[in-house]
């Protein structure tokens, strides 16, 4: 089983950066696939980023792409989320989760960050 922590979240002004880093912790890491999704309170959980075990295939949400990128160091048991360009809207709880890669649904989460964007 994965355990998930995220850390890097913060104050950042529109137009700033921030990179988000998910640490995995248990026997097995590199066979799942990661995602990143966001919350807002009153709104919908939503999904952000995802990256598969071997780094070769990523999936964006329309929101953020050209802006955020996904990376993952399979050595280090580690998920970042490189956010550039930030907007206010990027405003949020930004959690990391973890899915093998047969099942359908992300079933480990971590506790999130808080991510502000705003001058």
């Known amino acids: 089983q994965v355990q998930l922590v995220e850390s890097g979240g913060g104050l950042v002004q529109p137009g700033g950066s921030l990179r988000l880093s998910c640490t995995a912790s248990?026997?097995?890491?590199?066979?799942?696939?990661m995602g990143w999704f966001r919350q807002t309170p009153g709104k919908e959980r939503e999904f952000v980023a995802s990256i598969i075990w071997d780094g070769g295939i990523t999936a964006y949400a329309g929101s953020v792409k050209g802006r955020f990128t996904v990376s993952r160091d399979n050595t280090k048991k580690m998920v970042y989320l490189q956010m550039n360009s930030l907007k206010p809207e990027d405003t949020s709880v930004y959690y990391c989760a973890a899915r093998q890669a047969a099942s359908s649904s992300y079933d480990i989460w971590g506790q999130g960050t808080q991510v502000t964007v705003s001058s």
């Open positions: 248990g026997r097995t890491f590199s066979g799942y696939i």
